[in-house]
């Protein structure tokens, strides 16, 4: 995990009507240490650490795109670097929207301009474009690119299920894009 992800997502739980409970979706993290590890961006709330395979950060083993979870039974889903790495991308996109209740937030980043790193493959890279597509079925969505406006690296999406979306939520996003963005990342 990147420093700048981390520093986005607790932001995000700072001001998100967080709701319960918090699934991560990625939430191994053998290969970067505990600074990876998401839980104490949520303070005090049920939190359940999904990947596919065990390990530290991880409470249950399962591939999307299928989550052993009912219809509406998850609050906030968080997937943080973890879709370029999903094989089969709007089945899995539509299985968390299954999956989130109907107040439900996703907060969803992934890479552009990255190195190619595997976990167990490494299938795809996004745009703002191919972000809002995805995320076309929510009923609203904040997409930000961060760093070069032809190849940016990063590309952040905060979604609601079938809510509307905090206003302050794209001036966080905007001001922390222009932090990292100052800082020469």
């Given at each position: 995990?990147?420093?700048?992800?981390?520093e986005?997502?607790?932001?995000?739980?700072?001001?998100?009507?967080?709701r319960?409970?918090?699934?991560?979706i990625g939430s191994?993290?053998?290969?970067?240490?505990?600074f990876?590890?998401?839980?104490?961006?949520?303070?005090?709330r049920?939190y359940?650490?999904?990947?596919?395979?065990?390990?530290?950060?991880?409470?249950?083993?399962?591939?999307?795109?299928?989550?052993?979870?009912a219809a509406?039974s998850?609050?906030t889903?968080v997937?943080?670097d973890t879709l370029?790495?999903?094989?089969?991308?709007r089945d899995?996109?539509?299985?968390?929207?299954?999956?989130?209740s109907?107040?439900?937030?996703?907060i969803?980043t992934?890479?552009?301009a990255?190195?190619?790193?595997?976990?167990?493959?490494?299938f795809?890279r996004?745009?703002?474009?191919?972000f809002?597509s995805l995320?076309?079925k929510?009923?609203?969505?904040i997409?930000?690119?961060v760093g070069?406006a032809v190849?940016p690296h990063?590309v952040?999406?905060v979604?609601?299920?079938?809510?509307?979306?905090?206003?302050?939520i794209d001036?966080?996003?905007?001001?922390w894009?222009a932090?990292w963005?100052k800082?020469?990342?």
């Amino acid at each position: 995990m990147r420093g700048e992800i981390r520093e986005v997502v607790e932001r995000l739980a700072g001001c998100l009507p967080v709701r319960d409970p918090v699934v991560e979706i990625g939430s191994n993290w053998s290969s970067q240490g505990n600074f990876a590890d998401l839980r104490p961006c949520f303070p005090g709330r049920p939190y359940i650490g999904v990947d596919m395979r065990g390990g530290p950060g991880v409470d249950l083993v399962a591939t999307l795109p299928v989550l052993p979870m009912a219809a509406g039974s998850v609050g906030t889903v968080v997937m943080v670097d973890t879709l370029e790495h999903v094989e089969f991308l709007r089945d899995s996109i539509e299985e968390i929207r299954r999956v989130l209740s109907d107040d439900g937030f996703l907060i969803l980043t992934s890479v552009f301009a990255f190195p190619i790193h595997s976990y167990p493959d490494d299938f795809w890279r996004f745009t703002g474009s191919a972000f809002k597509s995805l995320l076309w079925k929510f009923s609203s969505a904040i997409v930000k690119e961060v760093g070069n406006a032809v190849a940016p690296h990063t590309v952040i999406g905060v979604a609601s299920k079938n809510g509307g979306m905090p206003a302050e939520i794209d001036g966080v996003l905007s001001r922390w894009k222009a932090e990292w963005e100052k800082g020469g990342t």
